[in-house]
C-alpha cells in the first residue's frame, strides 16, 4: 500500500525511501497497490519521484483507478463485444481515473443527455470531490437498465488528511448509488482479489514468498488474507495497534482475516531485516 | 458560504460554526461532496455529543412512467458510512412521528387505520404503533409484494404485511356512504 505507508500527503514516511532502495539491492521486487482512485499510474509515478523515491515506475504500480478501468475493459470489450458494441462508462470520479478508463480504450458518457443509439453500459464510482446530487440521479437513470454494470473503485469510507482530519470515502458516494439503484456495486478494490490478479497477470507473484505492507486493516491485511500472502501492519496511517488487538480478541472468525501476521511502527523498521 | 478553495484539503480549513451540535439529513437536491465533508467535520468534531439525524430513509421517490429520484435514504447512508456511525431516523417506520400524532390528538390506536403505500415505511409503522393497516395499490407498491411478504417464513417480514388492501383509497367511499 502507498498512503499512510510510504508517505503521508505530501511528506514520505522517514526511511520509507530507503527501505525501498535496500529491497531493490536486495534483489527483492516491491510492487504497489492503492486503493486511491484519484491517480493514474503515470501520476503515481510522478508522486514517488518527488517524494524521494528512486526507480519506481508505473508499471509497477496497481492503482483501483487503473485496476478498475481494465476490469471493465474486460468485462465491456473481451468479453465478445467488439469495439462499437462496447457501450460507455459513466464515470464518478475525477481526471486521474476518467484517464485510466479512456487508456483502456473504452467510451467516457458525458454529463447530460446520452447520444441515441449508444448505450451507457457501466457506472463507475470512484473518489469524486465533485459528487452532486445531479449525477446520483443520472447514475441511477443508468443504472435502471439491469445490462448496465455497477461498479466501484474502492470501498473506503473515509481517508486521513494530514490535520488529523478526515474526507469522505468512495465507499460513502457507492453506498448513495447502491441505495438508490437497489443494486450491489462490484468493487475492485482491496480487500477484494481482483487487484492481485492485475498483478500476477503482469509480474507472476509467489503468494508464499510476498509480504504485503499496509495501514487499513479491513483493506490491506483482509486484502493480504484474501490472497494468501503474509500481512505486516504498519502504524504510520490510518488504523491504531489497539483496533488489530480488538480484533484478534474476538471471537467471530471474521475478524481473525483482520488480524496481521506482523507489525511495525514504520515500514522504515524492515530495514534492519534486510541487513544479512 | 462560499468553498474557500477548490479541493477537500482547503475545504477543511474552513471554520466551524462552534454552536452546531446536529448533524441533520432530509432531502437535498443541492447534496454535494463539499456538504459530506462539512458534515462529516462536525460528527467527527462532536462525537456522541453531536447529533446525526435523518427525516426517513426512503430509497427513490417515484416520477411518473416509472422513473425515480434518489431517495433522502442515499444521502443518510452517505454520511452514515463516512462517519461509520448509524443515523436516529425520525421518519416511519420509526414510531416517532406517531407518537407526536398521538401527543397532539388523542389517538386509540385500537380505533385507527393507517393508510400508506409503502410496506416498510407507511405499513410497518402502522404495524408496530398497534394500527390497523391498509395498503393502497396507487402507489409504489404491487400486491405481489405484501403477498410475498405474507408467504414468508421471516417473523421479521410478517411485520411488513397490511391487514386491508384497496386498489385505491377512494374505495373506501361507499365504507362510508349513507
Known amino acids: ?276 | 458560504a462560499a468553498l474557500p478553495g477548490p479541493a477537500p484539503a482547503d475545504w477543511v480549513q474552513a471554520p466551524l460554526d462552534p454552536a452546531v451540535r446536529a448533524v441533520l439529513v432530509g432531502f437535498d437536491e443541492h447534496f454535494s461532496y463539499a456538504k459530506l465533508c462539512q458534515a462529516l467535520r462536525y460528527l467527527l468534531r462532536g462525537g456522541p455529543d453531536c447529533l446525526l439525524v435523518g427525516t426517513n430513509r426512503d430509497h427513490r421517490l417515484p416520477l411518473e412512467g416509472g422513473a425515480a429520484i434518489p431517495g433522502t435514504g442515499c444521502l443518510v447512508k452517505a454520511v452514515e458510512t463516512a462517519a461509520q456511525r448509524e443515523a436516529f431516523i425520525v421518519g416511519k417506520p420509526n414510531r416517532f412521528m406517531f407518537d407526536c400524532v398521538a401527543g397532539e390528538f388523542d389517538v386509540d390506536p385500537a380505533r385507527t387505520i393507517m393508510v400508506g403505500d409503502r410496506l416498510d415505511t407507511d405499513i410497518l409503522m402502522g404495524n408496530s404503533c398497534g394500527l390497523t393497516t391498509l395498503l393502497t395499490l396507487t402507489g409504489v407498491t404491487a400486491l405481489d409484494e405484501a403477498r410475498g411478504h405474507q408467504d414468508s417464513e421471516c417473523p421479521a417480514r410478517h411485520s411488513l404485511v397490511p391487514d386491508y388492501y384497496v386498489d385505491s383509497i377512494a374505495d373506501l367511499l361507499p365504507a362510508l356512504g349513507e
Open chain 1, 1 to 276: 500500500d502507498c498512503d499512510g505507508v510510504l508517505w503521508a500527503g505530501e511528506r514520505a514516511v522517514p526511511g520509507a525511501p530507503e527501505l525501498l532502495e535496500r529491497l531493490r539491492r536486495s534483489g527483492k521486487a516491491a510492487l504497489f497497490v492503492s486503493n486511491n482512485s484519484r491517480r493514474s499510474v503515470a501520476e503515481l509515478e510522478r508522486r514517488f519521484s518527488r517524494l524521494g523515491f528512486r526507480g519506481v515506475r508505473a508499471e509497477h504500480v496497481f492503482s483501483s483507478a487503473l485496476c478498475s478501468a481494465l476490469f471493465l475493459r474486460q468485462r465491456l470489450l473481451d468479453g465478445g463485444g467488439n469495439g462499437s458494441g462496447a457501450g460507455r462508462v459513466f464515470v464518478l470520479g475525477g481526471e486521474g481515473l476518467r484517464g485510466e478508463v479512456r487508456d483502456a480504450g473504452l467510451r467516457l458518457a458525458g454529463e447530460g443527455e446520452p447520444a441515441p443509439g449508444e448505450p451507457v453500459r457501466a457506472v463507475l464510482v470512484g473518489y469524486d470531490d465533485q459528487f452532486t446530487f445531479a449525477k446520483l440521479a443520472q447514475a441511477c437513470g443508468y443504472l435502471r437498465d439491469p445490462q448496465c454494470l455497477l461498479v466501484a473503485t474502492d470501498p473506503d469510507p473515509w481517508h486521513p488528511l494530514s490535520d488529523g482530519q478526515r474526507t469522505p470515502g468512495t465507499g460513502s458516494l457507492t453506498a448513495a448509488v447502491e441505495t438508490a439503484s437497489g443494486r450491489k456495486a462490484l468493487v475492485v478494490g482491496k480487500p477484494n482479489t481482483y487487484m492481485f490478479d492485475c498483478i500476477v497477470e503482469r509480474f507472476g507473484v509467489d503468494p508464499s514468498r510476498t509480504l504485503m505492507v499496509g495501514d487499513r486493516l479491513e483493506t490491506d491485511i483482509l486484502f493480504g488474507k484474501n490472497c494468501g500472502l503474509a500481512t505486516i501492519l504498519t502504524l504510520t496511517g490510518v488504523s491504531r495497534l489497539e483496533e488489530a488487538q480488538a480484533y484478534m480478541a474476538s471471537d467471530s472468525a471474521a475478524a481473525k482475516d483482520l488480524v496481521p501476521n506482523y507489525y511495525v511502527d514504520s515500514i522504515a523498521d524492515l530495514i534492519p531485516g534486510l541487513d544479512e
